[in-house]
């Protein structure tokens, strides 16, 4: 079956917003609401284990004060620090401080040009999603993707293959003519148990996640001056990502 779409993650994946946005986004929000939590990059990390920022919020408090955690209050209380982290995440996407990583934008016009549809799934929140595109891509760039699925557009975050089947279902596509670029072991999981073939490509954060079987394990998408570097079909890789080497290694997957 040919390649006739791709299905892109978002944190990690299109952007390194994790560390540039999410988690300091979340420490404003703390400090905010006046209360004493702080993450910094290892213990963000540690939480990254948990997918979804409310579930990682609660996993936190839970941790933390077990017996507030447990008050009939606490869900609201997520709730709003979350939607203020997110606030605080919009806030950062539009002073610049996060980009595309390298490769991302050359890929997704090259995929347009040339008739891929591309789709998103992602646990992130649709605010955080259509601000990143907005920012990095202009007023344009959400209109790139034929289905944006995120944040609690379904019950069971990633590693659930959930998202993929809501996005497979809206594309009207099998998951075999599709491709699914992650930059985690929880986004890979997802996609594979969902059909999707996987290319990933690691973030800052998920440098030693255990990625299991994927079409090419990679630094990132690589640019003509600046090659990608790693693995694919289990030999070494170094080059440049484009819409013919996604193509064949979809067609070696196939065959």
Request: one cysteine or more; proline letters at 4%; hydrophobic letters at 45%.
């Amino acid at each position: 079956m040919t390649l006739q779409a791709l299905v892109w993650d978002v944190d990690g994946t299109l952007a390194e917003t994790e560390d540039e946005g999410h988690r300091i986004a979340f420490n404003r929000a703390f400090e905010e609401a006046g209360l004493p939590w702080r993450w910094d990059r290892a213990v963000y990390g540690e939480l990254l284990r948990i997918t979804g920022g409310k579930e990682r919020l609660l996993a936190w408090w839970q941790r933390v004060d077990p017996e507030a955690a447990a008050a009939p209050a606490t869900a609201a209380t997520v709730r709003r620090l979350h939607e203020r982290k997110t606030a605080h995440n919009l806030e950062l996407l539009r002073g610049g401080a996060i980009a595309l990583r390298p490769g991302v934008r050359r890929l997704l016009e090259q995929a347009q040009r040339q008739g891929l549809r591309q789709a998103i799934a992602t646990t992130t929140t649709p605010d955080n999603v259509t601000g990143l595109l907005e920012v990095a891509l202009g007023a344009a760039g959400a209109r790139m993707f034929e289905v944006i699925g995120a944040g609690d557009a379904v019950p069971h975050k990633k590693p659930a293959p959930d998202i993929f089947h809501w996005v497979l279902e809206r594309l009207g596509l099998p998951a075999q003519a599709c491709l699914a670029i992650e930059d985690s072991a929880a986004g890979a999981t997802a996609a594979r148990a969902a059909g999707l073939p996987v290319v990933v490509t690691r973030s800052r954060y998920t440098a030693a996640d255990a990625v299991g079987e994927v079409l090419a394990d990679l630094g990132d998408l690589g640019e003509p001056a600046a090659a990608a570097q790693g693995t694919a079909g289990g030999r070494r890789w170094s080059g440049v990502v484009d819409v013919d080497t996604l193509r064949a290694w979809h067609r070696g997957a196939a065959g």
